[in-house]
């Protein structure tokens, strides 16, 4: 375990259940099955939220290729121009080291561009608000971030749940808005890695996501990407997947056919503290 203890004060310590293994089931490694669909959430290391140490060997046992992460601009940058990646260059080196391949949300403000963030992480806060000097430092972090990981990571996505109002600060949930912001992301991933695997959408899943993601796609979204992505929390998601997973491909075939659907996050947290930080 880390010996650097985050200073949030919801920190998780997992060890304080006192849960001991007891048993295992025959598994194959992670690293010796060529390639399946399942993939795990690595989400909102960029605000201490776990240890990711102890989840390595668990991973390397586990089976599941993938991994969702988030790039944390707040995190990367603390001083204007200068980027630390040296704590997501850990993450991104210790799944693919167990077999896990990372693909990276790209997210979410920074207060040095930002005055009005409720949270030092800036969650939920679009640089796209903040005017031409804002979206330049925006670019810039989104290009750095690609040109660093681009030999590790090849998968972008562009923010999380802009179809709710807490992850679209400071003006509130605009379809139109996420599809500009969605191409100018895009641009940039491109700059420096043109094969780039571009996902988007990333919209909590509900009756209030059809019409966001029509409103979305008219504005041009579907053009820039290649996958989308949907979060179906449920506390029984099999009940409705079926259903809503062939709305949202009849929805996209609409658009662009070839658009191909991942599930990006499912669940719920062990605990919570009520701080916004929780979510991804």
């Not at 989840?55 to 995190?75: D, E, F, N, T, V």
């Not at 997210?107 to 561009?113: A, P, Q, S, V």
């Not at 949270?119 to 810039?140: E, K, L, N, T």
């Not at 259903?243 to 609409?254: F, G, M, Y």
């Amino acid at each position: 375990m880390s010996t650097d203890t985050p200073t949030n004060p919801h920190y998780f310590d997992p060890t304080q259940f006192g849960l001991t293994e007891v048993g295992s089931v025959p598994h194959r490694d992670t690293k010796d099955i060529k390639s399946n669909k399942f993939g795990v959430g690595f989400e909102t290391l960029d605000r201490d939220m776990f240890y990711p140490e102890p989840c390595y060997p668990q991973l390397a046992k586990l089976g599941a290729r993938w991994a969702r992460i988030q790039s944390g601009w707040s995190k990367c940058e603390k001083e204007k121009g200068v980027y630390d990646f040296a704590w997501l260059d850990a993450i991104v080196d210790g799944l693919l080291a167990v077999g896990v391949q990372p693909w990276m949300s790209l997210c979410f403000g920074n207060t040095l561009y930002m005055d009005d963030p409720a949270f030092p992480s800036a969650v939920g806060y679009v640089p796209m608000y903040y005017g031409d000097q804002v979206i330049a430092a925006w670019d810039r972090y989104v290009q750095a971030v690609v040109e660093h990981f681009k030999d590790r990571v090849t998968d972008y996505e562009v923010w999380n749940e802009p179809n709710i109002g807490n992850f679209w600060q400071p003006k509130g949930v605009n379809p139109e808005d996420y599809a500009k912001f969605v191409t100018m992301t895009a641009t940039s991933v491109r700059k420096k890695l043109p094969g780039a695997t571009m996902i988007g959408g990333c919209v909590a899943w509900g009756g209030y996501a059809t019409p966001f993601l029509k409103k979305a796609f008219a504005a041009g979204m579907a053009e820039q990407l290649d996958v989308l992505t949907y979060h179906p929390y449920r506390d029984t998601p099999e009940l409705a997947a079926d259903v809503e997973i062939k709305a949202l491909r009849s929805l996209c075939d609409q658009y662009k056919p070839a658009l191909r659907l991942w599930q990006g996050e499912v669940g719920t947290p062990s605990i919570h503290g009520g701080h916004h930080d929780f979510l991804c």
